[in-house]
């Protein structure tokens, strides 16, 4: 049997300086630790690669890539320097860090496969997935309008994310979320948008390497967390766990019904839903493609909204709904405010009982006003 003694840990978040520093505090902290570092050079078609332990830096290295990309970086770099370290022995927990802003998912899911039996990291064993956050900006990086390019945190040339839409896909995604610190409206808002069986930290001096190490990173799970229909369930307003002395300004509102959007009154609504300094994440169905499970995903005035496949394919065992989660922030009048404007947009893109009652037939053979953004619609 394999000894799955080593531990693997991944760390993201979008701040490089509260990154590294979270990175030396378990380098520092533990002799037994490794850290690996990545860090896209764009514009070079490079990846610099920093490898530090308690003794200093071991390794720093710029390596040129076939592609520019978090994918190539994990697998060109990451996996042969991790089983590299590894092998040594002289460490017993390594930590890479992904560039800035990166999604875990993907990273997470490719090096669960590696640590399997016969993969190249199978004498591994892929423990946690983390974020770091500093509440004193959440708001602003979550709700804001700022580019990951207007920043400098592009991972590709062309990178259109917001921050915001960057920093809770972290959060929604990790295993463990550390926060620096003392915001209470960034700490609602972190502890409405982190999953529910995710473990918070609060403080970097109290994150220890044996936090991340000491559990098993479930692949299903994080898929879980990720898909539109495990967008967290409501919070009451300002329901979040509060640090420091600001009052917590966060609130979350579920928006849910049996029904689908009408496409033409969605396109009408669409506006109010989803523009505005708000998190919205869920899942739809619209009238005239009665079998589709549509992603709806915004963040700080950016929306997406993409025809995932049938229902079937995508979330068998659920029945076609709507359902979209909301998290803000602001004053209790203009939170009550600005939750009453949604929920009535919400039901007024909504179509009827007698609209569905034909199942979508009076659809048929006429124009799709969703098309340019869903694709076009199955028979």
Known sequence: MPDLHTSLSVLVGVDPVLRDSALTGLAVDAPSTVTVKHDLLVAESALRRVVVDVTGVVEDETLPLEHACVSCCVRQDAVPTIARLAATGRWTDVVLALPVTAEPLPVTRGLAAMCEPGGELENLRLASSGVVVDLTTAEDDLLGDDWCAERGLGLTGDDERGVGEALATQ?????????TGTDSTGSGLVDRLRSTDSRRVDGLHALAVDQLAAFRHRT??????AHPLGARGA????GGTTSGTDVDRSWSLELTSSHPFHPER???????????????RGAFSVANRPDSLCLWDGAGGQLC??????????????????????????????????????????QAALATSDEIADGGLAWLGSEDALA??????AA
């Open 235 to 238: 919070l009451a307003p300002g």
């Open 372 to 377: 340019p953004w869903l694709g076009q619609r």
């Open 220 to 225: 299903e799970t994080a898929e879980r967390r």
């Open 171 to 179: 959060l929604e995604q990790a295993d463990v979320v550390v926060t």
């Open 305 to 346: 909204i993409e025809d995932l496949g049938t229902w079937d394919e995508v979330a068998a065992g659920a029945a076609p709904h709507t359902r979209i989660v909301v998290v803000g922030a602001g004053t209790v009048d203009e939170g009550e405010a600005l939750r009453a404007r949604l929920t009535a947009a919400f």
């Open 266 to 280: 969605l396109l009408a609504q669409v506006e109010e839903l989803g523009t505005g300094r708000l998190r919205s």
